[in-house]
């Protein structure tokens, strides 16, 4: 170790190891221990002690695999002290089921076992974990937040706009349901990755959708759930590099979080993409979304995500709105339709109906949707369609629509935005 650490750096290095190698050591802790709580408090231990070890004598020359063995003792202690827990991981069998000894003989093989072995990346097994579908959508976003991405309890709630000790016992509840229902810790096999893969990349998928068009609060660009989303997918694609949905993922993400810092002006206003200054976007997270799609694009398991990145990629492709290939965006969104023929996707097609073929023909194709009961609460329906009766030269009828945008859950910046737009008509 080195002796004397400064307070201040030796809080920082922490906070970097827990940003970068908590997902790590969390994954590995639950994955031996068949217990998210108890992997949960043994790295919150293990760091709260570090700060004040490293502090006193020196940060360590292996600082992960120091705070691996004091999570692994901590949570050992636990379960010396509580056979309910001793018990439950033995039905587990987290050992080799010839073990015929006591808990504690359990925990001290166990013990020597981490002790001894590298830290290992068994992330991709607690994505799945979170992932599984026993859980409903928001649990496995809020546990895949919480324990893949770090962050906390408090910034958890506020994506879902629901106070802290809400979503505190919602986390509690689906660590229980993990428990009790005995869903399994570890990567999947073979034969479950095709079955279970995309529950978990449409979990990314959504953490990103909140980041991107937030369903509430004041900001219309969340920036910092994106980059938490495309964090996740870049995690995903280094675990499953041969997987093409999980790069197709990671590519629509990244064409996508480009255009982030056009997307809203110096007041948070939203700004159009035909209105967006092309210059902000950011060039490269396009070139390697770019490269991303382009390989996924020709490959055999190309599905949803990368017909989407394609999409994305010919927006970004575009040197200006006008020049936008609307044609064959259109005939990419008829292909996803055939893949996924989901409310959202209807509406993304009747929209580039209309810029491929008029104001008219959109309009017709987003009237065929209005019968939708799930596209009836959703905002950017209603957004659409205001702006495409405008375009066809019927301001009443799209002040209407507004106003009904105005009653579906979304961000009040974008409220803003759509109060202004109402006031634009008549003038």
């Not at 120091?66 to 033995?90: E, F, G, P, Y």
Request: aromatic content about 4%; overall charge negative.
């Amino acid at each position: 170790m080195d002796s004397d650490a400064d307070p201040q750096a030796t809080a920082r290095l922490l906070h970097t190891i827990d940003v970068e190698d908590g997902g790590r050591l969390l994954a590995a802790l639950a994955n031996r221990f068949h217990d998210l709580d108890l992997a949960e408090d043994a790295l919150q231990e293990a760091l709260a002690r570090a700060l004040e070890t490293w502090t006193e004598r020196g940060v360590p020359s292996n600082p992960q695999a120091w705070l691996m063995t004091a999570a692994k003792h901590r949570a050992l202690d636990v379960l010396r002290s509580d056979a309910v827990r001793a018990r439950r991981l033995a039905r587990l069998r987290i050992e080799s089921a010839s073990s015929g000894g006591d808990h504690i003989d359990h925990a001290d093989r166990l013990g020597e076992e981490l002790s001894t072995a590298s830290i290992p990346d068994e992330r991709l097994g607690l994505f799945f974990t979170c992932s599984h579908p026993t859980l409903e959508e928001r649990e496995r976003i809020a546990l895949i937040l919480r324990c893949l991405a770090g962050l906390s309890t408090v910034e958890v709630a506020a994506v879902f706009l629901v106070g802290t000790a809400t979503m505190q016992q919602r986390i509690v509840r689906a660590k229980r349901r993990i428990s009790a229902t005995g869903i399994p810790f570890g990567a999947p096999t073979h034969e479950q990755l095709p079955e279970r893969l995309p529950g978990v990349l449409r979990v990314v998928y959504l953490i990103f959708t909140q980041g991107f068009i937030p369903t509430g609060g004041g900001e219309h660009n969340r920036t910092d759930l994106q980059e938490e989303a495309v964090r996740l997918a870049r995690l995903l694609v280094g675990l499953l590099p041969d997987e093409t949905e999980a790069r197709g993922l990671l590519s629509l993400l990244l064409l996508t979080q480009a255009r982030a810092g056009a997307r809203t002006d110096t007041d948070g206003t939203p700004v159009p993409l035909a209105e967006q200054d092309r210059r902000l976007w950011d060039s490269m997270l396009i070139a390697e979304g770019l490269g991303l799609a382009l390989t996924a694009a020709g490959e055999a398991g190309a599905g949803p995500y990368t017909v989407q990145a394609t999409i994305a990629a010919l927006h970004a492709e575009a040197a200006t709105y006008a020049e936008t290939d609307w044609k064959q965006i259109l005939a990419l969104y008829g292909i996803l339709a055939r893949m996924d023929p989901s409310p959202v996707v209807a509406l993304n097609r009747a929209v580039a109906t209309g810029k491929a073929k008029g104001p008219r023909a959109g309009l017709a194709a987003l009237d065929h949707l209005m019968t939708d009961p799930w596209l009836e609460g959703y905002r950017p329906f209603h957004i659409a369609r205001a702006i495409t009766l405008r375009e066809s030269g019927m301001p009443s009828d799209a002040e209407a629509a507004f106003r009904q945008a105005l009653e579906c859950p979304g961000n009040d910046a974008e409220s803003d935005y759509i109060e202004t737009r109402i006031r634009e008509l008549f003038t």
